[in-house]
């Protein structure tokens, strides 16, 4: 069974900037979420991407999107760069059919520096 | 509104000592509650989960951890810290309905001292 998977490990970009980043699901799993995880904090749920529509937003502005493919695999897209968005980018798998309050499985994350 | 507090921000034990960190929750109804443990670098990993039933949990690892609905708790437990238990532990609820999104505390870091 493979797990979640995330691409690229570590990235920096410039502020202004646009980035994408890259999740696999974890085998057998049809649902993704993206959490942002600043330095020292907990895991914010950014939004989560089910039969590839959106399906539940934290509170995060539109320039952050993303999208998810047949494959269930899914992007995360950051548009026009903060330095506030500096974090620890976590994507995690679940299996809607497994019902309410399914576990969700994480992925290593990927590091954003925005300078 | 959800929430999900860690009092504790940072705990240091000795090894073989015995771990309680705490967690408090606020939620409207049935809490799906979640133990994660990451160590530096790496993504979450689920220690344990309570979902209904038994209030006392058993997860990886030899930690446990009790359910108190009175309390608003969902303390994590084990009995004999080993080194390699040094880690940043998050507690999370996890909500119903549309998205079924986690709220995740603040994380307590655990330092194991020989």
């Known amino acids: 069974e493979t797990g979640v998977t995330q691409s690229p490990t570590h990235l920096i970009k410039t502020r202004g900037q646009q980035v994408t980043l890259r999740c696999s699901s974890q085998s057998g799993h049809n649902t993704v979420s993206w959490y942002q995880q600043a330095l020292g904090q907990g895991p914010q749920f950014i939004f989560q991407?089910?039969?590839?529509?959106?399906?539940g937003r934290g509170n995060f502005p539109p320039r952050f999107s993303g999208l998810q493919f047949p494959n269930y695999s899914s992007e995360l897209n950051v548009n026009a760069l903060e330095l506030d968005d500096s974090a620890l980018y976590l994507c995690?798998?679940?299996?809607?059919?497994?019902?309410?309050?399914?576990?969700?499985?994480f992925g290593p994350g990927t590091r954003l520096t925005v300078l | 509104a959800q929430s999900v507090t860690q009092p504790d921000i940072h705990i240091t034990v000795s090894e073989g000592a015995s771990l309680e960190l705490r967690c408090n929750y606020s939620y409207g109804a049935t809490p799906y509650l979640f133990w994660y443990v990451q160590s530096p670098g790496q993504g979450l990993q689920l220690l344990l989960k309570y979902f209904s039933g038994d209030t006392l949990v058993q997860g990886i690892k030899g930690f446990e951890a009790e359910f108190k609905r009175s309390q608003s708790s969902f303390n994590l437990r084990k009995p004999s810290v080993h080194w390699s238990d040094a880690a940043e532990y998050f507690c999370a609820v996890g909500a119903q309905g549309t998205g079924n999104q986690f709220y995740f505390g603040t994380g307590t870091s655990l330092t194991v001292i020989p």
């Open positions: 995690a798998s679940s299996d809607s059919r497994q019902g309410p309050g399914r576990t969700q499985y």
């Open positions: 991407y089910y039969r590839e529509e959106e399906n």
